[in-house]
């Protein structure tokens, strides 16, 4: 259980990261979520209650990143689900795409990492967000797949850096979030069924399966430096 645990989940307005701040308030706990638009903040709110705080924070921007953490004070979980991803032909692509994509998925944990750690209790733990692509080279996703690489090993590293506090990493398959809300729905539902249909578990998967393997790395304090794939076996594809 986390009764009166304190979790900060960046990115806890919409997908993955809200669905472990309903789970983590399920389980007793307090959860603190941060991302850009108010309006999404506001949403998640209404849903969680007067157990969640909501911030509005980028993680691209590093003094903000640093005066948010001085808010919220001591805390035992850091959730950084928090990333704007996008793909493309790697050379049809402009170089910024790239940058603004490590900008924001490399350097917005980096940052989060960073200035989290200090008031972070030293028997919690910092679960960060890495995904498939960085496991399975996949066309068209260059620099999201490098990106997600560097996670896992920043990740690892901080594992060791930054003990006793533990630190995984979450590497999901395609889950069917809002991430993908620009999409039409007739080409969203044929593309998780394209890729669903391939899969050994014959599906996409729910913001909850990810969810759930979040809950894990939090509470089991014998897990640190682990790189945990929810992807339905899609590596192996
Ligand atoms: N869904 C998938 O198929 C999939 C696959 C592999 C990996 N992943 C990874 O899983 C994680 C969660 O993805 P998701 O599908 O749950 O995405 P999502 O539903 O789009 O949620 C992303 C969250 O991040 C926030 N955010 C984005 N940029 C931010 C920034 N610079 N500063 C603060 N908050 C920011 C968004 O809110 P605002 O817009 O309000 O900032 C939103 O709350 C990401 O790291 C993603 O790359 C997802």
Do not use: C
Request: hydrophobic fraction near 40%; charged fraction near 20%.
């Amino acid at each position: 259980m986390l009764h009166n645990q304190r979790i900060v989940i960046i990115g806890g307005s919409s997908g993955i990261g809200l669905e472990t701040a309903k789970k983590a308030v399920v389980l007793g706990a307090q959860v603190i979520i941060a991302s850009r638009s108010e309006e999404k903040l506001y949403k998640a709110k209404e849903l969680l209650g007067s157990q969640a705080q909501v911030y509005v924070l980028d993680t691209t921007e590093e003094d903000e990143v640093q005066t948010f953490f001085k808010k919220v004070g001591s805390y035992e979980h850091l959730v950084v689900s928090a990333a704007e991803t996008s793909g493309g032909s790697f050379l049809q692509s402009e170089t910024k795409q790239a940058r603004n994509l490590f900008e924001n998925k490399f350097w917005g944990q980096y940052h989060a990492a960073k200035y989290g750690a200090h008031t972070l209790s030293p028997n919690g733990s910092i679960t960060l967000f890495s995904g498939v692509v960085g496991y399975k080279p996949t066309v068209g996703s260059a620099a999201l797949g490098a990106v997600n690489a560097a996670i896992s090993n920043f990740g690892q590293t901080l594992a060791l850096e930054l003990a006793p506090i533990r630190v995984n990493i979450v590497s999901p398959g395609i889950i069917d979030t809002p991430a993908r809300s620009k999409m039409t729905e007739e080409a969203r539902n044929q593309f998780y069924e394209k890729v669903g249909s391939k899969l050994p578990v014959q599906r996409v998967g729910l913001a909850e399966d990810v969810a759930q393997s979040v809950l894990y790395l939090i509470q089991n304090s014998f897990v640190t430096g682990t790189v945990l794939h929810v992807d339905g076996g899609h590596r192996l594809t």
